[in-house]
């Protein structure tokens, strides 16, 4: 299950990259929250970061239950 932190990560990311400081912008998070949740979305599989400092959603996120 995805934490409510992960959720609001993946809810500011879409398909298109996006740069690390675009998202804590749009995620309201530190960049040290953010960076930390991003680590755990690429490890789940969720996110690649790309060259550059850009971050990319691999997959659709699931609606919450």
Same mark, same amino acid.
């Given at each position: ?19 690390? =400081? *675009? ?5 309201? @998070?530190t $960049?040290p929250?953010?960076? /930390?949740i ?11 970061? =790309? *060259? ?5 959603? @691999?997959? $659709?996120?699931?609606k919450s /239950?």
């Open positions: 299950n995805l934490s409510p932190g992960e959720r609001v990560v993946l809810g500011a990311l879409g398909f298109e990259p996006i740069p690390f =400081d *675009a998202l804590v912008e749009r995620s309201g @998070l $960049p929250e953010l960076s /930390s991003l680590t755990a979305l690429d490890i789940q599989g969720w996110v690649r970061a =790309d *060259a550059g400092g850009t971050f990319v959603l @691999l997959k $659709p996120v699931p /239950s």
